[in-house]
């Protein structure tokens, strides 16, 4: 298998049959985020924990902060002033893109 970066396109080759993906297609959940990124909230899965976290300013289309996350446990994230601890199984639902 070769992988092969260009232009934010990805192409994986696999004997000879080559297959095409954008970086938006390969997207990333809230566990892997590293401390001081910034990112943007693409997709919370589950209704219920959609309308909760609308309540601490996690929405889709919402700018934050990693501010320190625990290796397989929870994620803090910041929002200006405000932190919020998100537990480890829900980080690996929720979709995210890195921003700066």
């Known amino acids: 298998m070769t992988l092969i970066i260009i232009n934010n396109i990805i192409s994986l080759c696999f004997t000879g049959l080559i297959v095409f993906y954008s970086k938006e297609d390969l997207s990333m959940t809230l566990s892997n985020v590293q401390p001081g990124e910034m990112i943007e909230i693409i997709s919370i899965p589950d209704e219920k924990i959609r309308v909760q976290a609308i309540r601490l300013g996690i929405y889709e289309g919402a700018h ?19 932190e919020m601890a998100i537990g ?10 890195v921003i700066a």
């Open 64 to 82: 934050l902060q990693c501010a320190d996350k625990i290796s397989n446990g929870p994620v803090i994230l910041r929002r200006k002033t405000q």
């Open 88 to 97: 480890y199984g829900l980080s690996k639902q929720i979709k995210i893109k």
